[in-house]
């Protein structure tokens, strides 16, 4: 396991190495430094400013609908079996207000109703760049259906880059946050 700062140094590091949006808001400083991810990864602040970056262009997007942006993060979280990925976003994809039943339907999208054919084929999208680092003749032609080449240059580095997260948080095993109460694992203990 990466050691975890204590919240303190992380919010200092934070301040220090004037990392991302939080450098001008010191509430978000507050809660960033909260998280454990956060907290391993400041380890290394060079490295963890341009991850922040990265990661609050794709989080802060307005360009794509934050629900898909979230049904790729779910999907890549729980085919990599990255338990924090996916139980951190079960929490952001109740915000966003989406049901249980489109959340945890990213477990066996075939058999979930409340998927439409776009959600279907970006699911499709993450399943196969985690699988071959390259999406499908057939799903990209749907995919092209439906989104603007900016929506899907930013389909592909979300995939990428959640990918690239739950391989991190899995081997720095990166213990779970409390983000949402009701989320402390695996849902009904069942990990994929």
């Not at 970056?53 to 934050?66: C, D, I, Q, R």
């Not at 990925?85 to 959340?103: N, P, T, Y």
């Amino acid at each position: 396991m990466i050691p975890l700062l204590s919240q303190d140094e992380a919010q200092s590091r934070f301040a220090k190495f004037r990392i991302g949006e939080a450098v001008n808001n010191p509430n978000l400083a507050s809660a960033m430094s909260k998280l454990n991810v956060v907290r391993a990864l400041l380890q290394n602040p060079a490295v963890t400013a341009a991850q922040s970056h990265l990661a609050g262009a794709l989080m802060g997007s307005k360009t794509l609908n934050p629900r898909l942006r979230e049904l790729v993060i779910l999907r890549t979280g729980w085919r990599t079996k990255s338990e924090y990925e996916f139980c951190q976003h079960v929490g952001i994809a109740r915000q966003l207000k989406m049901s249980d039943e489109e959340i945890f339907g990213v477990r066996d999208p075939a058999n979930c109703k409340a998927f439409s054919e776009v959600d279907r084929a970006v699911i499709a999208m993450a399943d196969e760049l985690n699988d071959n680092a390259e999406v499908s003749v057939k799903t990209w032609s749907v995919l092209e259906r439906f989104f603007s080449p900016a929506e899907l240059v930013e389909l592909i580095l979300v995939s990428g880059f959640w990918r690239m997260m739950a391989g991190f948080l899995k081997t720095a095993r990166i213990p779970l946050d409390p983000i949402d109460p009701t989320v402390s694992g695996w849902p009904e203990g069942k990990a994929p």
